[in-house]
């Protein structure tokens, strides 16, 4: 929960990679945004639905053969009574390509099969640079944060240096490394893997990760290898590592590590790196294997689990509300939280209250990840990648630059404390005033927010105590129109703005209201331009 404090436009040069799947959902959110009004939907408004639909999909890279049975089953669907006796046949074609991308994407979400006797043993597979070693080192401290005592193995002895690499990142990650070997061409991985596994029994490791060599491209040597690994340790997971960039070849690759090595499990890597995420609405199809996790960045905290109706929710800018919340308890401490909204109540929330919560998040990107899980958040893409941590430092060092009394009552802060203020921080008194007058707005909108009142987001319906009164108010302007015509045009005008607005989400056609988000907690300010 994190009050929200403005950012000038001026000052942000840098922008954050878009994430992945962006080009996709741009072009399915325009194509729904056709449908969005007809009451009723011929064949032709379907053809040319499922025509661009299709046209998206392929230039997402997806696999042909994935596009066909998709498409066609949206046709199916789309052009039968679901559709045709709906009240709102729009919002049902969204339905049903919701439902289709969940199942192209694995149906549900699958967790790691863990051995009933440790260790659980999991084989990574995949080609050279798709990311397996860095990713060895994400699910190892994953599972250390679940409570599990995994060791890697390191297996690959071909690359150079990619022993020295496993070394480095399990002591990043915080999980010990298994490695007898030096690697460079040196040493037996069918008989380190064995080794390992006979290392964790010992030392009561219950996880054993087993990073394998990749190579430049599908190989008979490559899959020997894999095969003689897998048969040496009996893994209970075999997972193939995929790099989301992979484009078309996605397909041919994943199915070779099927037929040659035989696969349990998906993992994506370098999910953040491309826009368009074909390989993940291919794997699935073509290897019969769910996707277990998604690697979203460079750093070792980077990585989720893989959910497939979340993930549907995301390309279709739906938002997804539950990754939302989950981010925001990685990174929010729930007693401070609590703490801070009691204070919110009381009228008792401080510059240092909002400084603690704004160290919470500094440097680690989670701003900008959830601000991406929210409904419509592809409407509103470069704003959000133009938030950048430097003005999180900025506005930290402004109010570090304040004494404690200062910071626990900001009323107390006149002309020259202000000016103190801004040659203490490095900053002008203008960027102080811009912080202290939107401290004070965010804190009147978080005490109403807090005794049940809640702003009226067009497009929406009041929340709160207020919810009442808005539709009492709204009643009473209609009865009272005014007898003269271009008065009651005017007054007819004002009501459609404040009550006109998308159903849900940017995929029913609608686009989301940045002077809302302006005062809502958390993001007010953020969308400020100065």
Request: one cysteine or more.
């Amino acid at each position: 929960m994190l009050v929200g404090i403005g950012y000038p436009w001026s000052d942000i040069v840098e922008e954050e990679p878009m994430p992945a799947f962006s080009s996709l959902s741009e072009r399915l959110t325009a194509t729904f945004a056709h449908l969005r009004g007809k009451g009723r939907l011929t064949a032709a408004d379907i053809d040319s639905t499922v025509r661009e639909i299709r046209r998206a999909l392929l230039d997402a890279d997806v696999a042909l053969e994935v596009v066909k049975a998709f498409t066609a089953a949206i046709r199916t669907r789309a052009l039968g009574k679901e559709v045709s006796e709906a009240l709102n046949p729009a919002q049902q074609v969204v339905k049903i390509v919701d439902e289709e991308l969940v199942s192209v994407l694995g149906g549900s979400t699958r967790r790691l099969h863990l051995a009933k006797v440790p260790p659980t043993v999991i084989l990574l597979a995949g080609l050279q640079g798709a990311g397996k070693t860095t990713l060895a080192g994400k699910l190892g401290r994953a599972l250390a944060a679940e409570g599990h005592t995994p060791l890697l193995a390191a297996c690959d002895l071909q690359r150079p240096d990619a022993v020295t690499q496993l070394r480095v990142i399990g002591e990043q990650a915080g999980v010990p490394v298994f490695a007898p070997e030096p690697g460079n061409g040196v040493g037996d991985p069918v008989r380190v893997a064995r080794d390992a596994v006979v290392e964790a029994g010992a030392k009561q490791y219950d996880v054993v990760i087993v990073d394998t060599a990749g190579r430049l491209g599908v190989d008979a040597e490559l899959m020997d290898q894999a095969k003689r690994i897998r048969e040496a340790v009996q893994p209970d997971e075999v997972l193939f590592v995929i790099d989301a960039m992979t484009g078309q070849d996605a397909a041919a690759t994943a199915r070779a590590f099927r037929d040659g090595v035989g696969l349990t499990g998906v993992v994506l890597s370098k999910l953040d790196g491309d826009t368009r995420g074909g390989a993940a609405l291919s794997v699935v199809s073509v290897t019969g294997a769910p996707i277990l996790y998604a690697s979203t960045g460079e750093g070792l905290d980077d990585f989720e689990v893989f959910h497939p109706d979340r993930m549907s929710r995301r390309i279709l800018d739906m938002g997804d509300v539950l990754s939302l919340i989950e981010e925001a308890q990685r990174h929010f401490d729930e007693e401070q939280a609590r703490a801070a909204a009691e204070k919110i109540a009381k009228d008792q929330f401080t510059l240092d209250d909002f400084l603690t919560q704004l160290q919470q998040i500094k440097g680690s990107g989670a701003l900008q990840k959830m601000l991406q899980m929210m409904p419509g958040a592809g409407q509103m893409r470069q704003a959000i990648s133009q938030i950048d941590d430097r003005e999180i430092a900025r506005t930290e060092a402004i109010i570090q630059s304040m004494t404690p009394a200062e910071r626990q009552n900001a009323k107390l802060i006149n002309g020259s404390r202000r000016l103190r203020i801004a040659k203490g921080s490095g900053t002008t008194v203008e960027k102080v005033n811009q912080l202290l007058k939107r401290f004070e707005d965010a804190s009147k909108m978080m005490r109403k927010m807090s005794h049940g009142g809640m702003p009226q987001v067009p497009g929406m319906p009041a929340i709160g105590h207020g919810g009442r009164k808005s539709v009492r108010k709204a009643a009473k302007q209609k009865r009272g129109r005014s007898g003269n015509p271009a008065k009651r045009a005017a007054q007819e005008a004002r009501l459609r703005e404040q009550h006109s607005g998308p159903a849900t989400g940017s995929s029913f056609g609608g686009s989301p209201d940045l002077d809302a988000l302006k005062d809502l907690p958390g993001l007010g300010g953020l969308f400020r331009q100065d």
